[in-house]
């Protein structure tokens, strides 16, 4: 029997949620990151991008900046993009692709597979 065999390049992974998925929500699963591009109904099968570049609501205010190459965290419990990993309580969304200033409501960020 083979030890692997193909199923998808991996751009998006199958997902079925508990409650209804809005488009652009950001989806953890313990330490994979992905984002709705459609809506997903509860217990119905679609997709999470786990790969692309997104503009993604970030903390503002506080000092909070990104460089591009940055890392950027998800804070799942505020729902936002944050500096840091909060002691492993934010999961690694990807990297800052376009410096994002403290009043800035968004990071655009690559995501991390």
Do not use: C
């Not at 950001?26 to 786990?50: F, H, P």
């Not at 002691?87 to 403290?102: H, S």
């Amino acid at each position: 029997m083979a030890q692997a065999t193909f199923v998808h390049e991996g751009a998006a992974i199958d997902h079925t949620p508990g409650a209804d998925v809005a488009p652009g929500d950001v989806v953890v699963q313990s330490d994979l990151v992905g984002i709705a591009k459609r809506e997903i109904k509860a217990n119905t099968l679609g997709a999470l991008a786990v790969e692309g570049v997104f503009d993604v609501a970030k903390e503002a205010g506080g000092g909070v900046t990104f460089s591009t190459g940055d890392l950027a965290y998800w804070d799942d419990a505020n729902d936002v993009a944050v500096t840091t990993d909060g002691g492993g309580a934010n999961k690694l969304l990807g990297k800052a692709v376009a410096d994002a200033a403290d009043a800035d409501a968004s990071v655009r960020a690559k995501l991390t597979p």
